[in-house]
């Protein structure tokens, strides 16, 4: 891959940088922490991962975190795993989310728009007022610190106003979008074993209502611990037997009290795809959570009081909680529940013009459909307000860059495109944005503060203008203080820390160029990736394998050269078994229901047998090598595979294709 020096797409003019916050608080740290006032972000990154303490306990001074209990010292232990940030501090996370409340009452904190595209404001003195209301009822239902409270919800106000107030009391929030099938739901939560759940009777989405309220009912069946379900009547209907009302729980005017919790107290689990089982049960931490996503949003997204967020997501994917977050910075969120193309491709652009999106984000996959739909986003609509597009779930391809720039571009419009790359294993960025500096086209402008982000190859040496392994080998508050249900750390370890000792492998292919940017090449593993959203192959096997006629099947995610992403499906008949129509309707059937209708495959493709490792694990990294064109030398290594004449099957297929 060529790595020379291109022409920068895009450069922001003096006047952007000398705004950007980003740029004040390099001023501000070289004043009170000796950070350098030259040399722009470079230097200002450098430093950062350099002087580690001093940078987070710059962050929490600059964006003014409030420690009820004082901490001893930044960072306690280092290590990874298990790193102790801000040992001895006390603090909410909530109690920041709703500061601006205090200021700005009357404006809005939520802009609501569904499928009618029409923004509904929540205001700030009414979010505080609903958050303390639901909070002072969780406690009367006997919740408490620590305790597990669960959201089977849309992306609305209300599942804003469970997480703070879920945050508030000091429990512990997780949360999945109703179109998760019961037993995808299920391998979450009852990992978790939630007291409280809260749902909806169903949702709107591509136009149509989807009534969840079987799916409701199986979850109360097969979810012992629950104390109590609350039933938001988003489609109309009565509460079930046993349920409360969500307008009861928050209709009284109550002040929120804060739980003061330690820095490293749960906030919220998030859940990995379950490529080979269960999903992992992410835990991060209130204060890892503040800081990271104080640093993120108001520096690297440059937001603040006077900005609009607005972010396609639903609650089942970590940039829900990421939007969330915007809050934090003061900022107004835009919730948009409903299908990113209703009633037609350009929905999210029509949604960012009706709220004024100053920063829109949305998936590159949704920007390559644009594209290709002949979508004028800038011609057809006033997107005067945006400032930045960003992108994430997939690497944004070069031609995506162009296409948003040359289409912002004619319209006059100076847009700041940035593709950022992190996970849900630390609810953050690696790279990305970064308001100050150019933007080459299919890179990623730099790592993140506070990052130490390198290539590595497989000797653990960091290379340069290389495809590597991305890793980080400096501590980040945001990572997970440790797995739900993995009490000794080895899942935790075996995750993240096994291929180098003491440095996170986080499981994607990145060039670090010698400019400092940084490119993404997909997963190193075999996470499916569909429009951002990450979904295990264990999950499909698990339904697929269900129907009686498939003896076995293998489940691929190929990133295309193009943008796109082509997900077949392979099966293993049983014997007299065919392939006709009748059976591939109700394998994508069985998909669409049961798990989510984003992963029901481009293609299902009749193979002669599945290939295992010697140990009988199915091997979907080096299949997914042949279909990118690898030759078979190179994708696998034959001494580990126990039916080698099956990957010549899938060769042949790549070269077909191609």
Request: aromatic residues 10%; negative net charge.
């Amino acid at each position: 891959m060529s790595t020379a020096n291109p022409q920068p797409l895009w450069q922001p003019d003096p006047h952007r940088t000398a705004q950007a916050r980003i740029t004040r608080f390099q001023s501000w740290a070289a004043e009170h922490h000796q950070a350098p006032a030259d040399g722009g972000y470079p230097a200002l990154h450098r430093w950062s991962v350099d002087h580690l303490d001093t940078f987070w306990k710059a962050v929490t001074e600059y964006f003014d975190v409030r420690f009820s209990t004082p901490y001893a010292r930044v960072l306690g232990d280092r290590a990874m795993p298990g790193a102790e940030w801000f040992p001895g501090a006390k603090l909410n996370y909530a109690e920041h989310a709703l500061r601006a409340a205090a200021t700005r009452a009357d404006e809005p904190a939520l802009l609501y728009v569904d499928e009618t595209h029409e923004p509904r404001p929540v205001t700030w003195a009414e979010l505080r007022r609903q958050v303390g209301s639901l909070a002072a009822e969780l406690r009367a239902l006997g919740v408490r610190p620590g305790d597990r409270v669960s959201g089977y919800l849309p992306n609305i106000p209300q599942a804003v106003v469970a997480l703070l107030a879920t945050a508030a009391v000091g429990a512990v929030w997780t949360s999945c979008a109703p179109d998760f099938g019961a037993r995808s739901v299920l391998d979450r939560f009852q990992q978790v074993e939630p007291v409280v759940l809260f749902t909806v009777d169903g949702y709107r989405y591509g136009g149509k209502e989807h009534d969840r309220r079987e799916t409701v009912a199986e979850l109360r069946r097969e979810l012992p611990t629950l104390r109590a379900v609350v039933h938001i009547p988003l489609l109309g209907t009565p509460a079930p037997e046993g349920a409360l009302e969500w307008s009861a729980l928050t209709a009284a005017d109550t002040e929120p009290a804060f739980e003061q919790v330690p820095f490293d107290h749960p906030l919220w689990v998030l859940y990995s795809s379950g490529t080979t089982g269960l999903p992992k049960a992410i835990v991060q931490s209130q204060g890892g959570i503040l800081v990271e996503h104080l640093k993120q949003l108001g520096l690297h997204c440059d937001l603040g009081p006077e900005d609009r967020f607005f972010w396609y997501t639903s609650t089942g994917w970590m940039m829900w909680n990421f939007l969330v977050s915007g809050l934090l910075t003061g900022t107004t969120i835009v919730l948009y529940d409903g299908s990113p193309g209703h009633p037609d491709t350009g929905a999210q652009w029509r949604v960012a013009e009706r709220t004024g999106a100053t920063l829109f984000g949305t998936s590159a996959a949704y920007v390559m459909a644009c594209r290709k739909a002949g979508v004028h986003p800038s011609r057809d609509h006033d997107l005067s307000r945006v400032k930045c597009v960003a992108t994430t779930g997939s690497p944004l391809p070069p031609d995506g860059f162009r296409w948003l720039h040359d289409e912002f571009a004619a319209s006059g419009a100076d847009l700041w495109i940035a593709s950022v790359s992190g996970g849900t294993d630390v609810c953050s960025c690696f790279a990305g944005a970064v308001p100050t500096l150019p933007v080459y086209t299919g890179e990623l402008q730099a790592p993140g503060l506070g990052t130490d982000l390198q290539a590595w190859d497989p000797a653990g040496r960091p290379v340069i203008d290389e495809v590597g392994e991305l890793v980080v080998t400096n501590p980040m508050p945001s990572m997970p203080i440790r797995f739900w249900n993995d009490p000794d750390g080895s899942r935790y370890h075996e995750s993240y820390f096994d291929t180098y000792p003491g440095v996170w492998r986080h499981g994607d292919w990145i060039t670090v160029t010698s400019r400092g940017t940084v490119i993404i090449h997909g997963r190193s593993d075999s996470t499916l990736n569909r429009q951002g959203v990450r979904m295990g192959s264990a999950d499909i096997y698990e339904v697929v394998e269900r129907l009686p006629e498939i003896k076995e099947s293998l489940v691929i995610g190929v990133e295309q050269p193009d943008g796109g992403y082509w997900m077949p499906l392979f099966v293993h008949l049983a014997p007299g078994a065919v392939l006709d129509e009748a059976l591939l309707t109700r394998i994508k059937q069985a998909i669409r229901e049961q798990l989510s209708p984003r992963h029901v495959p481009d293609e299902v493709i009749e193979v002669p047998g599945v290939p295992h490792t010697l140990t009988g694990k199915r091997i979907e990294v080096p299949v997914k090598r042949l279909l990118q064109g690898a030759p078979l030398e190179k994708a696998v290594n034959p001494g580990s595979i126990d039916n080698l004449d099956l990957l010549t099957y899938f060769e042949d297929l790549a070269r077909k294709r191609a």
